[in-house]
């Protein structure tokens, strides 16, 4: 069997979804760490009882969910909390997506997607894909979507944008890019084309690597992969 790793990411309103999209109608196996980052946090996993003992219950919904926007208040403004929380939720993070990978390791996938948003922002994470892949729309655009998807105006939509690594610095690091500044079928082709060449690698490494890494006991590769995550 062979197998490796793809690290996707973007920018804000770059057009993320669209490929990914795409690739999950090509039957692709895609692991969204965002998801994967929200899930962990739900009333049925280790981490919320852990992050209601220390964070207290006013950082609740009516419902009993972690209202994300008070905790994200507290974090941000006191870094030693931020790490608490950080100690509280890769753990968990790393396993879940481990278990994925495992997963689809068995089922025979190819490649694996790891969808991350904050792929290019760390020094680590690149080196453990075999190919990472950027999906990219010149600025303007980028400016002009956000305004119209958030309802910002333009200094709003602008000081969000230079929260992040410019895409254009991003492009530099990256090993295959999807211009999404078209139309939605000129972005679908160059998945397809994306997906056929993928498809045709004979890379292996990394059905060591994720074997290795489980039967090690979900150690190493997901902490590097995860560390720096949730900021």
């Known amino acids: 069997s ?6 996707l990411s973007g920018g804000i309103a770059s057009g993320k979804s669209t490929v990914v999209a795409v690739l999950r109608e090509l039957g692709c196996a895609v692991i969204d760490a965002d998801v994967i980052a929200r899930e962990v946090v739900q009333p049925h996993f280790k981490a919320y009882q852990q992050i ?47 278990k994925q990978i495992l997963k689809y390791f068995v089922l025979g996938y190819r490649y ?18 075999k190919y990472t892949v950027l999906v990219y729309c010149d600025p303007p655009t980028q400016l002009s979507r956000l305004m119209k998807r958030n309802g910002l105006s333009q200094a709003e939509a ?16 990256a090993s295959h890019i999807i211009d999404n500044s078209g139309d939605r079928e000129s972005t679908r082709r160059q998945v397809l084309r994306l ?3 993928l498809e045709d690698s004979l890379d292996f490494l990394w059905a060591r690597l994720v074997v290795g890494t489980v039967v090690a006991g979900l150690g190493g590769l997901g902490y590097l992969l995860l560390r720096h995550f949730i900021s």
């Open 112 to 129: 694996v997607i790891l969808d991350i948003p904050l792929l290019f922002e760390t020094n680590r994470l690149p080196k453990f894909m």
């Open 158 to 173: 602008e000081a969000r944008i230079a929260s992040q690594l410019p895409l254009d610095e991003k492009r530099k690091l």
């Open 195 to 197: 997906h056929a060449r």
């Open 52 to 98: 209601v003992r220390y964070f207290g219950t006013e950082i609740l919904l009516e419902n009993g969910e972690i209202n994300r926007e008070a905790l994200g208040n507290i974090i941000f403004s006191h870094p030693e909390k931020r790490q608490l929380l950080n100690s509280i939720t890769h753990p968990e993070i790393q396993k879940e997506m481990l």
């Open 2 to 7: 062979t197998m490796f790793l793809v690290g």
